[in-house]
């Protein structure tokens, strides 16, 4: 059966997924709760308990019945979210939700205990939130908050804010450990492997009175399979040319021919993760924590040609001629297709958070991060053999948050007020210099400098929200946002461009939101909300311009900041044993800031006029829906259009790139009994675009982006009452799926837990 030609919503219709309980009042603790032989205590982020937008939830107990490797897998089955994904241990896992898609990294936030992770250094997949510094372990619940509805939060919420929030410690001691191997069959083109690999993550705490650490440590040794493939190109001149075997005669995602020669970006990454987590509690009502963490990630990339002579000798640039012979016609091979490459880069994180109320009617919340990139080297040799090539050094990048906020909540909130107003700062640094090396794997070879990126940028913002329950069953939430932004110190360097030096810019903006509440039954809430905001060009965006690897990147200096129009309406309630949450909205963007990236793996940024995306999502929770069994599902659509667009008139009219038409998923848990639980995960994806012009109508190639329906299984088995085992299974029907980059197939996990 094709599940493609099955209506998602057919799918989906059975149960709807996800959003979770309404969050606890400002400040407060929800009840603690008994959790796999653990007890935990929810503390919910002001900024999630103030916010007006639509909401999702999921729970770490929820998260231990999924297959979760990375931490980002936890969110895979939340409304309208998709984290492209390519391999495990994949460090480019960016976010897409409604209204974005998987190269638009600057349009989503990912907060840990008030910490950003986001990689605001730029917008493209090469800028993946910091998920590492979070060990999947420690959560204890991930809430998303959908549009930029908040005036705490900046203009890159208008796809989806991500708040984890890390398990509290308790009085006393506290372990929990994780082994895990897994193993995925690939099978394209003619590369046929198995990637495989292992990950061990212990985390623990203690507490004692007021101080309590925590502590996390992970390591991480995944191969994957191949990213990217090589193809080669007709000759326009010449003559003569080595006759080969072993090729793949191919289409493009245009439908147009083309020829596949081999294959590359076979990554093998070892990742090293160490942090801990220092607080102290003053009182009931005040905390100060202090967080360090290190991710280490160490990887090598190889590359294989399928090319054969007629000697059954493997063909490469560096072992013959670059011209080959393919049913007697000539093509040209390119210098780098089966180049290796390896990167080595250490990112830190060192973050300070304090909370308190300091009289019956304020309460105050600050956090400070700083996130540095000591070593930062990635590597290309010229050729499969060369010892030749060229190293990129990125150390000095890194950037810095301040935020800073204060909750009056006037009468101990019997005035029916709850005032936040707010400061936020930030600063973000990019360096990147790349040099020639005469040992390509050894970047103290380094000889002539070939290109030079510097650049930074910083913004500041004041913000005021008002929550006003003006009626019984009514409440108003308004807010502004000001904001000044500034970038400095932008200059591009290349052997073929010379030096160029940029004009020092500044731009502002004002983001009113305004969202009305009505609880229209005891069961029921509508919500209305209408919100304005501002998305300033990241660094690179403005100031990148060089080759690195097989990826070409063009910046613009001049771009504009993209400002967004969005609107909401949302009703919740209670239906059966669950809450529904349906969910109207539109998003209207000007100046949209945009990569696109062609064939060629160049990628340029540029403004895009007019867009505009509508849709629904519909979504659906219900622990325990039946006896033993716990069932979140969602299904959404969206209508995106590109609206004008100067620079590209071809595109108007477009669907906007990377934006499915249909997004569904399912997530259902059945506790068989004290010691067995068995769950099954669902995700489908529609039609979508990787062209601006939608030229790209056969998506199920390399370098389209796929329609797909995955199903994934787990099993799990409580041993002992402090050990678990599990086994599981993604993408059992072993689908072939794409998002330019082909996908993972058929995997397979084991895992065993043990919780003291």
């Known amino acids: 059966m094709n599940l493609h030609r099955l209506k998602p919503l057919t799918m989906a219709i059975v149960s709807l997924f996800a959003t979770g309980p309404l969050l606890a009042a400002d400040g407060a603790e929800e009840p603690a709760k008994e959790l796999a032989g653990m007890t935990v205590r929810q503390v919910r982020p002001t900024v999630a308990v103030q916010n007006p937008s639509p909401q999702a939830e999921v729970t770490g107990e929820q998260a231990r019945q999924m297959n979760v490797v990375n931490t980002e897998d936890i969110v895979k089955y939340l409304p309208s979210l998709q984290i492209r994904k390519r391999y495990i241990g994949d460090r480019n896992a960016i976010i897409a939700a409604r209204t974005t898609g998987t190269v638009q990294s600057a349009r989503s936030l990912v907060y840990a205990d008030g910490l950003l992770l986001s990689n605001l250094l730029g917008n493209s997949y090469g800028y993946p939130a910091r998920w590492n510094l979070v060990g999947s372990e420690e959560i204890d619940t991930v809430d998303v908050l959908y549009g930029p509805f908040s005036a705490m939060l900046p203009g890159n919420s208008a796809g989806a804010t991500i708040l984890m ?52 440590a992970t390591h991480l040794d995944s191969y994957g399979q191949p990213m990217s493939f090589a193809t080669a190109s007709k000759a326009t001149s010449g003559s003569g040319g ?83 012979l393919i049913n007697g016609q000539r093509y040209t091979l390119t210098a780098a297709n089966f180049a290796p490459t390896s990167s080595n880069t250490v990112n830190r994180l060192f973050g300070l958070t304090f909370d308190s109320r300091i009289a019956q009617d304020w309460r105050v919340e600050s956090a400070f991060s700083l996130y540095q990139t000591p070593t930062d080297i990635s590597r290309s040799a010229s050729n499969a053999s060369a010892s030749g090539g060229t190293a990129t050094f990125g150390d000095d990048s890194g950037w810095n948050n301040v935020d800073l906020r204060a909750i009056w909540r006037p009468d101990g909130g019997k005035a029916g007020h709850m005032v936040t107003v707010g400061f936020h700062q930030d600063a973000y640094k990019f360096v990147s210099d790349q040099y020639s090396v005469s040992r390509w794997q050894d970047e103290q070879s380094k000889t002539a400098l070939t290109s030079a990126n510097r ?37 591009i360097y290349s052997t073929t461009l010379g030096q160029n030096n940029f004009e020092d810019r500044e731009e502002s903006g004002t983001s009113p939101k305004l969202t009305l509440a009505w609880q229209a039954t005891p069961d029921w809430n509508l919500r209305a909300s ?29 771009l504009k900041p993209e400002k967004v129009f969005a609107k909401d309406l949302t009703a919740e309630g209670a239906v059966g044993n669950g809450v529904l949450r349906i969910s109207l909205f539109e998003e209207v963007v000007e100046d949209a800031l945009y990569s696109f990236t062609d064939y060629t793996n160049t990628s340029r940024n540029q403004n895009v006029d007019k867009l505009r995306a509508r849709g629904a999502e519909v979504a659906y929770v219900a622990p325990n829906v ?42 259902a848990a059945y506790h068989i009994d004290d010691r067995w639980t068995a769950s099954l995960g669902y995700k489908y994806s529609g039609k979508q675009y990787n062209n601006p012009d939608n030229s790209d109508e056969w998506p199920d190639t390399y370098g389209g982006n796929s329609r797909f329906s995955t199903f994934d299984a787990k099993v799990s088995y409580r041993v002992a009452k402090q050990v678990t085992a599990a086994f599981g299974v993604d ?25 003291y």
């Open 242 to 324: 080595t006759p080969v075997s072993g090729y793949v005669i191919d289409k493009d995602p245009t439908g147009a021919p083309r020829v596949i020669v081999g294959a590359y970006g076979m990554d093998h990454t070892v990742q090293n993760v160490g942090k801990v987590r220092v607080a102290y509690d003053f009182s009931p009502d005040t905390r100060l924590a202090f967080t360090f963490g290190e991710w280490r990630n160490d990887s090598e990339s190889r590359a294989d040609s399928y090319l054969k002579n007629a000697a059954g000798q493997t063909v490469t640039t560096a072992t013959n001629s670059s011209a080959i």
């Open 530 to 558: 209408l919100g304005k905001a501002f998305r300033f060009p990241t660094v690179t965006e403005l100031f990148q311009t060089e080759k690195k690897g097989s990826t070409t990147s063009i910046s613009d200096p001049n």
């Open 455 to 491: 650049g930074r940028t910083s913004t500041e913002a004041l913000y005021i929200q008002d929550e006003w329950k003006f009626a019984p069953r009514f409440s108003l939430i308004a807010g502004v946002r000001q904001e000044r932004w500034k970038a400095t110190d932008g200059s």
């Open 626 to 667: 039946m006896r033993g069994l716990d069932l979140t599902a969602s299904v959404t659509y969206v209508h995106s259009r590109v609206l004008e667009n100067e620079l590209s008139p071809e595109t108007v009219g477009k669907w906007m790139v990377r934006v499915p038409d249909w997004r569904a998923s399912l997530f």
């Open 731 to 755: 993408n059992l029907t072993n689908e072939k799926y794409y998002a330019f980059h082909p996908y993972p197939q058929r995997t397979a996990h084991g895992e065993i837990r043990i919780d």
């Open 165 to 216: 929030t890390t398990r509290r410690p308790e009085e006393g001691v506290e372990v929990h450990a994780r082994a895990q191997a897994f193993s995925s069959h690939f099978d394209l083109y003619n590369t046929k492997m198995t990637a495989h690999g292992h990950q061990e993550q212990g985390s623990g705490s203690v507490r004692s009175g007021n101080l309590s650490i925590s502590m996390l």
